[in-house]
């Protein structure tokens, strides 16, 4: 599957991979020229005037401070509370949060939400009926920065027309000093930039950003402690988001995470537990727990708890369904298989990033793993768990792969069957270790390999569709379809979607569903009946 097509069932606008060969090369040096603007200290704080605008900076970026992993216990800290003072600041106004790239962001932009809304704004989803935007942003290859720069370049006209209007840039291009360098030098029209350890802080940054003329700049390198209590506006009523853990020690060459997101950082399994309770109290069926390497949970808390305990735990929870995104290979312990072959609840879809075939390519990549051990992990958990679907990420074009190394990958994708796997070009990432390397494989040779890959992995994927024809499985339906509107659609235990005809009654219900036609990237099913799990 390609990023189109994975965007396309996450329901997110489709992106393109850009050909660097049609472009000039980035000059990163001139988001570094600072010699036309001036610095003041006021009352404590730094203001800095560049291009007409004055920019409060409370703190920027700063990439070594991101990379540092320091011994010191991160704290949890329970009273977050939007102050009384700025419960009206947002009275008769609205907002609007515009949200690129995974599921962590998705999720923060239901913190975001959750706490305008008790600042008294109401959502729309008119930009131009607006009085804040957000673009919460991602970072994680170049065409999904490029989107965001196209946006708030969209965005000028808005705000030369309502000046009032107040526009922030927020998530893990915040964390990047070259993103923040360039908005104040270029984008003097944003009003607020904030990263993506500090969202707890939007209170009181919108107010300074809506009172002062400045534009407020505040992104903390070093991640702060475990926020909990922040409120929270879910965007579905049927499936949730639960976040377990915060940030990346993985450190992989091509990956900007562990920068822009900071240590890991492990929620305390008790506040897991209670949200999940919570949200099947208020009648959720489905939660997916999230974390940038789930696998590494409970590492930081030093009590011997760890993912699979956590499952464990969960699995007694009386909700259908519980997922968890993102698995690294390296850390998916014996104890997880052995607990998720459980099954009930815990349902038989595995999401396992390969990125590449090739063991000399995983070392360049820091991966941590062989190709065989990779596939010696695989082969345990289709033992414990036969009927499990696999899905993967892979990224072709890394420095230095050879056309051989490359048949590798194809021939893994062959081996393991994947029902998914999702494909992305290499593009490199400002200081991260890869950028360093020559990107030396030619975009053309880039966009061959991919093309070749995509129609393996879409060729699989049919197959593996089609085997399902004439199936019964069970089907939780999360609302009508957004291609048709008489059809209600939904995912099967394995994460397939869906499409059935069947009344708007089984919207949020588990229903048993007959699966009549097979499509490369759905199903097409009609109602048996209604299951009671
Ligand atoms: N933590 C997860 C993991 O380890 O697989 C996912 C992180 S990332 C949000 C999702 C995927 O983006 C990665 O699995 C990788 O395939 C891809 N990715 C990350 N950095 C990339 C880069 N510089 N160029 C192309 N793809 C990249
Ligand atoms: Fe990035 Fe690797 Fe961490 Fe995943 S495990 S977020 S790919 S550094």
């Not at 494909?423 to 093309?451: C, F, G, H, W």
Request: charged share 30%; net charge negative.
């Amino acid at each position: 599957m390609n990023e189109e097509q994975r965007k396309q069932q996450l329901n997110e606008s489709p992106s393109y991979n850009h050909d660097k060969k049609d472009k000039p090369k980035k000059d990163y040096s001139t988001y570094f020229d600072f010699s036309s603007a001036s610095i003041e200290e006021k009352e404590g704080r730094q203001y800095m005037k560049i291009g007409g605008r004055s920019i409060q900076i409370n703190e920027q970026p700063d990439f070594k401070k991101g990379k540092k992993r320091g011994k010191e216990e991160v704290e949890v800290q329970y009273g977050f509370n939007v102050p009384e003072e700025l419960r009206r600041l947002g009275q008769g106004k609205k907002y609007l949060i515009r949200t690129y790239g995974c599921q962590m962001n998705v999720h923060d932009t239901e913190n975001m939400s959750g706490i305008l809304e008790e600042m008294g704004f109401t959502e729309t989803s008119e930009t131009t009926e607006a009085d804040v935007i957000f673009l919460n942003t991602c970072a994680i290859r170049e065409n999904a920065e490029n989107k965001v720069f196209g946006e708030l370049g969209h965005l000028k006209p808005l705000k030369l027309e309502k000046p009032e209007l107040i526009i922030g840039v927020c998530g893990c291009m915040s964390q990047e000093e070259t993103v923040v360098n360039r908005i104040l030098q270029k984008h003097n029209h944003v009003d607020l930039i904030f990263g993506t350890h500090n969202i707890h802080r939007v209170p009181e940054l919108l107010q300074d950003a809506i009172l002062g003329k400045e534009m407020v700049v505040e992104v903390w390198s070093k991640e702060g402690d475990v926020v909990e209590n922040m409120p929270r506006k879910r965007a579905g009523k049927t499936q949730a988001w639960v976040n377990i853990m915060y940030g990346c020690d993985k450190f992989c060459t091509y990956c900007i995470v562990p920068y822009t997101r900071g240590k890991e950082r492990s929620r305390m399994p008790e506040d897991i537990i209670h949200e999940v309770r919570d949200l099947a109290r208020q009648g959720y069926k489905e939660i997916t727990l999230l974390g940038q390497n789930v696998n590494a949970y409970g590492k930081d808390l030093g009590e011997g708890y760890r993912l699979g305990h956590l499952m464990d735990d969960l699995h007694k929870i009386d909700i259908p369904r519980i997922r968890f995104t993102t698995s690294h290979p390296r850390d998916f312990d014996d104890h997880l298989i052995e607990v998720l072959a459980k099954g009930g609840n815990l349902v038989e879809h595995i999401h396992l990033p390969v990125q590449s075939g090739s063991s000399e390519v995983l070392k360049l990549m820091a991966r941590k793993y062989t190709r065989e051990q990779y596939v010696e992990l695989a082969g345990k958990i289709k033992a414990a768990i036969p009927h499990a679907s696999f899905t993967t990420d892979i990224i072709v074009g890394f420095p230095n792969e050879t056309d051989a190394q490359f048949e590798e990958t194809m021939s893994l994708v062959e081996e393991m069957d994947y029902d998914i796997a999702y494909t992305y070009i290499y593009s490199p990432r400002d200081n991260t270790p890869a950028a360093k390397m020559e990107d030396n494989v030619p975009m053309e040779v880039k966009k061959q390999r991919l093309a070749r890959l995509n129609k393996l992995v879409n060729d699989i994927s049919a197959r593996r569709n089609a085997e399902l024809e004439g199936q019964v499985v069970e089907v939780l339906i999360e609302g009508v379809s957004k291609k048709n509107e008489n059809v209600l659609s939904g995912r099967t235990r394995t994460n397939k979607m869906v499409n059935v005809a069947a009344p708007e009654s089984c919207i949020g219900q588990v229903i048993y569903t007959k699966i009549t036609e097979a499509k490369t990237w759905s199903l097409n099913g009609e109602l048996v009946e209604m299951a009671e799990v």
